[in-house]
């Protein structure tokens, strides 16, 4: 276990050298994906939800997140996370109520941005998901942020050879 102190600092920079110093290559794709859930989620003003949902097939299923209890499962091209899954690309949504096919997990929740993951075969192997319950939350400085964030866990985690716990012999 690594004793990571969290400064003060709030700049995206030094959020982002804080989150980078947090996650440990050596640790397994989970515990590397719970840290970082916890530390966005508490980095984050007017956030109700935040989380890692990982693609299996063409489901994303539920992994470590912040927040109340969430849908445990997407299909891929379904809703705001699957369709960044099925696209690859940001979703950066104002009102979620307004998204064709949004899946409502959490009727508080009114805007959101999804950031899909990539493996080094540039796969998409899952997605980052921030709800808020303001419309209109998150600016595109904030949706920079989270895509330069999500860069950096996909990064760690293709380093730690996608190993979801440490005696996982299969990768």
């Known amino acids: 276990m690594t004793d ?17 110093a947090l996650m440990q290559p050596s640790e397994p794709l989970l515990t590397q994906l719970a840290n970082a859930a916890a530390f966005l989620y508490w980095s984050m003003a007017e956030v109700n ?3 890692f949902y990982l693609a299996e097939g063409d489901v994303l299923y ?3 997140f912040h927040g109340k209890p ?7 091209g379904s809703g705001v996370c699957g369709t960044a899954a099925a696209d690859g690309q940001t ?9 064709p096919g949004h899946i409502a997990c959490d009727a508080a929740s009114n ?19 921030v709800d808020s ?18 860069e950096l ?5 293709i380093a730690a050879g996608g190993r979801i716990f440490p005696l996982d012999k299969t990768s």
Do not use: K
């Open 4 to 20: 990571t102190p969290v400064s003060q600092d709030s700049t995206p920079e030094a959020l982002l050298a804080q989150l980078d």
């Open 49 to 51: 939800w935040l989380g």
């Open 62 to 64: 539920l992994g470590p």
């Open 70 to 76: 969430a849908c445990t499962l997407i299909p891929i």
């Open 91 to 99: 979703q950066h949504v104002d009102d979620v109520h307004s998204f």
């Open 111 to 129: 805007s959101e941005v999804v950031v899909p993951l990539f493996d080094a075969e540039q796969r998409v192997w899952g997605v980052l998901d």
């Open 133 to 150: 319950p303001r419309h209109a939350r998150f600016s595109n400085e904030d949706v920079r942020f989270l895509e330069h964030a999500a």
């Open 153 to 157: 866990v996909q990064h760690r985690c």
